[in-house]
């Protein structure tokens, strides 16, 4: 455009691409980095190659907790993607009912909780579930179903599913959404068209509409696999640090937590904190890779 | 259509009405109950959780106890100094980026652009570690600049990426029209651009502002101290102390949500439109 020196390209950029560098890619870069190095007891810091990960991976009491964490996250996961895409799905195809009344009101009060702080939501279902307040055992007993009530978030075997069937409750807004507008952008011609040839609502449902909103449900799935994967604020407010009852509700951010800042008689280590990090990268990582390979490009052939 | 056809059809909005009503009381009851209880006596938070309070069983003995045993008021405004700042921040200078990048020819353009890109990704929980080694080196931690900061810099990726999309929709022969009377690059952007992008801007408030209020990691971790304590954190330590009080209790998370419900009811119609326009495919 002009020969000089681009001054109004440096004043735009700049700011962002300080503030973004300095304190998010150089961080996340240094955290690799640290994977590598370990601190000695004066605190000096020295290089240590992989011995980090030999530790984490390698050393009974640490790949215990660590492949513990891991498995709980990927069962919070998996809970996630069963219970919430299908709801999702249904509540979308619901709203997007042609001549429904209330669909804008529905919309917006379903998504209310999503908005709302998880430290919140993890407190409100607490006391909710608490055998001391009762309310859902009265509500179970009204229905007829009393006796299955348990302290749920209390027991080993059923804690980490109740967590996760909180989290599902309040994130549902969002997949919900997506696939609501993925399905208003489907091109009413088509569904004339199939109509015409006689097709049934259920079967213009799953043979029209599913395969065309498959992207976005690809969408939902990988931003829920990254926020799963790191998120730490509902167990630690539900269960504190320690993630019990032993362990059982552990996930990778609380596990990086406690590996970073230590808890009780366990020392925090910066180094290995960031051998953790470095390991949820990892995973972080291969789930978007396999995200835009695999799926992005299979999936690309239906988008309009 | 013949008469059992429109009956039929009646029948079956009913049903998904029934559907729809029955998700939106498991999406609103939690809340519900919870506001409601925190106006209600002890007794009455026990015997009768389901009725609104009445003459009998109001009472804001909670809420007095919040505001005199902990310093909420200054949470809330802690919270308030570390959303409205970097949302400022993140607004004005991501929209600076997203116009450079998408009218400017430059070479590492398109790099640039998937460098900054890769922060909607990749979480920046993840360098934690640095973060914290960062302010203590610049004598930052339990200060607000801290969490400033850093919300600036997670805030910028995602809003660069939607505003970048939407500057590059300005017409052509706007900004040709304005080069020819001769105005700078910078009031280009400031006058004519910014002013046009606005309904965009506000979109991504939205969204940039609600994980900055809601978050509790970063002010665990950079500001714990009494004077820095945001809301969030403010909260779940009182909980924590005050486990067995319920008046206390319900009042301090009904104070903590408040401020979203009010911004809600206004913004609701902005948040979801831009949801539902911006995210397609």
Redesign the interface.
Known sequence: MQRAFPWHLIFFLAPAVIIYTVFSAYPLLDTLRLSFFTDSESGERSFAGLSNFVTLLGNAVWSEAFWNAMWNNTQFFLIHLLVQNPIGLGLAALLSLKGLRGARTYRTLIFLPTLLSVVIIGFIWQLILSPLWGVSENFLYALGLGHYFDAWLGKESSALITLSLISVWQFIGIPMMLIYASLLSIPDELLEAAKVDGASPFRIFWRIKVPLILPTLGLVTILTFVGNFNTFELVYAVKGALAGPDYSTDIMGTFFYRTFFGYQSQLGSATMGATVATMMFLVILTGVMAYFYLVQRRLTRYQL | MTPSFQYQQKAR?GL??L???G??L???F??V??IINSFKSRSA??ND??SLPDTGSFTLVGYAKVLQESDILLYFGNSLLVTVIPLF?VL???S??A???SE???RGNRL?AL??A??I??????????????MVSLNLVNTHLALI??Y???G??LA?FILTEFIGQVPNELKEAARCDGI???RL?FQIILPLVRPAVATVAVFTM?PM??D??FPL?LAPGDATKTI?LG??QF?GQYATD?NS??AA?SL??LP??VL?VFF??Q??SG???G???
């Open positions: 909005m998904v009405h559907a729809l009503l998700y939106t498991i999406a609103l939690p809340i109950l919870v938070i026990f959780p389901l921040l004005l200078f991501g600076m980026a116009w450079a990048l400017y020819r430059f640039l460098f900054l890769m922060g990704m990749v979480p920046i929980r993840l360098g934690t570690v640095s973060i914290l080694e960062t900061l850093v600036t810099a997670m910028l990726p660069i700078t690059e910078i952007f609600v209020w809601n509790l990691w971790i969030q909260v779940q909980i319920w209790v319900l998370l903590a949500v979203i419900l809600y609701s119609q948040l979801i949801l539902t326009s995210a397609v495919k």
